[in-house]
T-cell receptor, first 114, second 114 residues
Framework: SQQGEEDPQALSIQEGENATMNCSYK?????LQWYRQNSGRGLVHLIL?????REKHSGRLRVTLDTSKKSSSLLITASRAADTASYFC??????????????FGAGTQVVVTP | NAGVTQTPKFQVLKTGQSMTLQCAQD?????MYWYRQDPGMGLRLIYY???????DKGEVPNGYNVSRLNKREFSLRLESAAPSQTSVYFC?????????????FGEGSRLTVL
């Protein structure tokens, strides 16, 4: 079962608009990460937010984390055609072997039209 | 700046054939991972290697074996391929433990088993 689940599954917006996607998870986490994947390519790390943080910014990206609701959101402001990609949340969870694991959701597919 | 390099990029196998996916990273990372990506399923961890000389099972290890040849290289072997192993395989590496830091991904290996 997936720890993180993104919503919506797909999002279509026009250039200049903001794109917001959400991630909900089930168990306590150490951190939550967002990755981007362009079609046919590997995943690229965007931002990491720790469980004791509530908000983080990186360029046009804004991530929030609400541990009481077990949810996170990723906001891309002033979107560009180049932002067209799939976006994945990944939750960092401690496990009994102390190594831990990073669990990925199924992703939100974002299409930005010029 | 090669990062994480995977070979081959594409492969078609017949049921029962074997093959090895190769992965190398040049970032001096300690940990390396193999994930598979299937539509609607996100990424699932097959095996990981916390450091040179160690390997451990992930979420979906059945039908796979791995070798951490040295600090740079981590290979994934399918001994007897099955159609259920048709997927896109990603190798990743990271500085720290399984959940504490960002991962760097290769471009993927697209495997079809007929």
């Amino acid at each position: 079962s997936q720890q993180g689940e993104e919503d919506p599954q797909a999002l279509s917006i026009q250039e200049g608009e903001n794109a917001t996607m959400n991630c909900s998870y089930k168990t306590s986490i150490n951190n939550l990460q967002w990755y981007r994947q362009n079609s046919g390519r590997g995943l690229v790390h965007l931002i990491l937010i720790r469980s004791n943080e509530r908000e983080k910014h990186s360029g046009r990206l804004r991530v929030t984390l609400d541990t009481s609701k077990k949810s996170s959101s990723l906001l891309i402001t002033a979107s560009r055609a180049a932002d067209t990609a799939s976006y994945f949340c990944a939750t960092g969870v401690m496990t009994t072997d102390s190594w831990g694991k990073l669990q990925f959701g199924a992703g939100t597919q974002v299409v930005v039209t010029p | 700046n090669a990062g994480v390099t995977q070979t081959p990029k594409f492969q078609v196998l017949k049921t029962g054939q074997s093959m090895t996916l190769q992965c190398a990273q040049d970032m001096n990372h300690n940990s390396m991972y193999w994930y598979r990506q299937d539509p609607g399923m996100g990424l699932r961890l097959i095996y990981y290697s916390a450091s040179e000389g160690t390997t451990d099972k992930g979420e979906v290890p059945n039908g796979y074996n791995v070798s951490r040849l040295n600090k740079r290289e981590f290979s994934l072997r399918l001994e007897s391929a099955a159609p259920s192993q048709t997927s896109v395989y990603f190798c990743a590496s990271g500085w720290t433990g399984g959940f504490t830091g960002e991962l760097f991904f290769g471009e993927g290996s697209r495997l079809t088993v007929l």
